[in-house]
């Protein structure tokens, strides 16, 4: 039986807000110190952008859905405390594709591009996770103040 019209005009509104979300969060990303944007453009070319190019491989795929499932951790963390040391536990996905990237290394040969992509992964994810995990202790100890916000819109 289709749902009544008023919840699919409630679902989509939910829809709206999440996307909003999602580009408020984006937009607030763009605050970070250029140093820090950097850092972000690297985690997300290497999570999000190259994989396209290896998509018929399974490394690729998991790659991607890690990445995204991350991205809806965080998106949910942001809409509900801001850019705050929290969100670094969005980044938990990549803990198990740290390691099982490591056990698919020989499927990966070391002198090919889809190699030194799926080193680059492994490296900078494991760098991401360390900076997560101290940013979430930090949260847990108690800062827990927005680390960064965009300006009230009037």
Do not use: C
Not at 88 to 115: E, K, M, N, Q, Y
Not at 129 to 147: C, F, K, N, Q, S
């Amino acid at each position: 039986m289709p749902k009544p019209l008023t919840n699919k005009r409630q679902d989509m509104k939910k829809g709206v807000i999440h996307m909003k979300t999602m580009f408020h969060f984006m937009k607030t990303m763009m605050l970070m110190p250029p140093l820090w944007r950097m850092w972000l453009g690297l985690l997300v070319g290497a999570n999000m952008l190259v994989p396209f190019v290896y998509i018929h491989t399974l490394e690729a795929q998991v790659v991607l859905v890690a990445a995204m499932a991350g991205m809806v951790i965080m998106s949910a963390i942001f809409g509900t405390k801001g850019y705050v040391r929290l969100l670094g536990i969005g980044h938990i996905t990549w803990l198990p594709l740290v390691f099982w990237l490591w056990t698919r290394l020989d499927h990966a040969p070391a002198d090919s591009f889809f190699g030194y992509w799926v080193m680059t992964v492994i490296i900078v994810n494991s760098l991401s996770l360390i900076i997560d995990t101290l940013d979430v202790i930090r949260y847990v100890r108690g800062e827990r103040a927005p680390v960064l916000g965009l300006p009230a819109q009037g």
